[in-house]
């Protein structure tokens, strides 16, 4: 799939613009591919797409061919001069760097990409290269029905919360769209943004690669409950995004696809972007909400829920970036055509994101029911070290650690929780057999600690003990005791805290215990990479 036709005498070159990628020099080297080519009298034209979420590549170059587009990666300043010299202006597959037709590439073919599909392949910030990709398809079906259609079209889909919690998306949307305004009637859609869980990366990707996407996803949000006004909270660690956002934000409402009279509708949706505050605990959605408002962020308790009262008192949809850039393939396609991918109640595709100690890192968005061990093996190609893993957390700091016996375990809600692990966000952290399952109890016990909103005691007192006896057991002080009191504490912590932050927090180090007690019976430092 191509945004473009190839030209006889501009050659088009494809180079990212994603955060990933501008780390590893991609500005640098589009400007020095650009010299290059001028010194040696080629004319082409460099676009700066989004990644293809194939990281271990990056900066990966693309050059569009008659036959598709050829990629080289990963590429390096020094390796302009041989590239030029074995002609890969022409598609030519010799070089070392060349990994063929970037389509064929099995890290990618494999994939079933719904939310990614356009990822890499277009322009960020070019409409015209995502209308040519069926974009706001599904805001134009969804102009044409009524509120309850788009929501029961929704509902249709099984599509659950992608931020962690798998809440039913439909049902929530049905909660804010009966929900009564005490003002103004005024309602809200809010999108979390706050992308802070470890080894996560999808929606960044999402608002780097395909901006219109979540924004076409947040307009149709605001047409099924009857909400004209739109949030982005977005991570302010994400500077690049922000750039992207605001930048598609201005050319959807110059062009009509935001604002005021809606491709000549009559409707209405605004939406702006602001900045988080620089906190984990902001990516709980009431301690949101909060941060938006202008306060401190700290969670509410609940009853009531946001979908009643939400920002500024009114009924809010608060919905994750992935769970909202779903959107406009379930109202282009069709409900019924989402829910035809994953299995059980766990429908849809999930981006599931490879970080930690792996070899081949990068976005994998598959249908639900693949198994880890597929993921890690198959896609990851195995440790990045060589050495053999031993434990993979996933769905962020606040999920459990995962040893092998549990890697055959599908990728789904209903399967993870069974073994008492959860998705998350779909990030996956890899972990050699040289870790210390003591030492990443103990992270679990102090990212709590640094990172607690401070509102209830268990959240916040329980991590800061839970560091104190963690370490009393590595210094092997009384260790039956203090692995009792950690046993105790974490159920305190779960049963007594207000929001995950403080009830998740026991549940890496409990699974740390569970699986890993060899790391809890020596004094640390235990090394079992030692030969």
């Known amino acids: ?3 473009s036709v190839t030209n006889n005498t501009v050659t088009k070159i494809f180079i990212p613009r994603d955060t990933t990628a501008l780390a590893m020099g991609a500005d640098r080297l589009a400007r020095e591919i650009a010299a290059e080519a001028a010194k040696r009298g080629e004319t082409i034209e460099i676009i700066r797409n ?8 990056e900066p990966l170059v693309e050059v569009e061919t008659a036959g598709g587009r050829i990629a080289y990666g990963p590429v390096e300043s020094n390796d302009i001069d041989s590239l030029f010299d074995q002609a890969f202006l022409s598609g030519e597959t010799s070089h070392p760097l060349c990994q063929g037709l970037t389509e064929e590439i099995p890290y990618l073919k494999k994939q079933q990409r719904l939310t990614f599909a356009r990822a890499g392949i277009t322009d960020p910030v070019s409409l015209e290269d995502y209308q040519q990709l069926d974009g706001f398809n599904g805001l134009k079906k969804a102009l044409q029905m009524d509120s309850q259609s788009i929501v029961d079209e929704v509902k249709a889909s099984g599509l659950r919360g992608r931020g962690g919690a798998a809440f039913p998306t439909g049902i929530k949307w049905q909660t804010v769209l009966d929900a009564t305004p005490t003002r103004d009637n005024q309602k809200y859609i809010v999108c979390n943004a706050d992308e802070g869980d470890s080894g996560t990366f999808a929606d960044r990707m999402v608002m780097e690669a395909d901006p219109y996407m979540l924004i076409e996803g947040m307009t149709i ?3 099924a409950v009857g909400a004209d006004q739109g949030y982005i909270y977005l991570r302010s660690e994400y500077p690049v995004a922000h750039q992207i956002l605001n ?3 201005a050319k959807a409402e110059a062009a009509g696809f935001l604002g005021n009279n809606i491709l000549n509708s009559g409707k209405t949706f605004n939406l702006e972007v602001r900045l988080g505050a620089k906190a984990y605990i902001c990516g709980e959605e009431t301690s949101l909400l909060e941060s938006l408002e202008g306060k401190r962020g700290m969670v509410r308790a609940k009853p009531p829920l946001p979908a009643i009262v939400g920002l500024f008192g009114q009924p809010t ?4 970036v992935l769970s909202l850039a779903a959107i406009p393939y379930i109202l282009s396609r069709g409900g019924q055509a989402y829910a035809d991918f ?15 100690n792996i070899k081949r890192g990068g976005l994998i968005e598959l249908a639900f029911g693949v198994t880890l061990r597929e993921l890690l093996e198959e896609y990851g190609g195995g440790t990045f070290s060589g050495r053999p893993m031993r434990a993979v957390q996933v769905g962020g700091p606040l999920c459990a650690y995962l040893p ?7 990728m789904d809600y209903e399967s993870f929780q069974a073994v008492g692990a959860a998705l998350g966000h779909g990030g996956i952290v890899v972990f050699d057999d040289t870790v210390d399952m ?6 679990s016990m102090e990212f709590c600690v640094a990172e607690s909103c401070g509102k209830c005691t268990p959240c916040r007192i329980g991590s800061t003990r839970g560091v104190e006896v963690i370490d009393r057991i590595r210094n092997d002080e009384n260790r039956a005791a203090n692995m009792e009191l950690l046993s105790d504490l974490c159920e305190t912590m779960i049963d007594g805290s207000l929001c995950a932050m403080g009830g998740m927090t026991p549940f890496p180090v409990q699974s740390a215990v569970k699986h890993f007690p060899e790391d809890f019976n020596q004094p640390a430092p235990y090394n079992h990479g030692e030969a």
């Open 1 to 3: 799939m191509s945004s």
């Open 50 to 57: 989004g990644s293809r979420g194939l990281f271990w590549l």
């Open 221 to 223: 949000a605001g047409l």
């Open 247 to 249: 930048e598609a934000i």
């Open 317 to 320: 949809i608060v919905n994750n």
């Open 342 to 356: 994953g299995m059980g109640r766990s429908l849809g595709t999930l981006p599931f994101q490879l970080a930690g």
């Open 404 to 410: 092998e016996s549990q890697w055959d375990t599908p």
């Open 438 to 443: 003591s030492e990443q109890a103990r992270f």
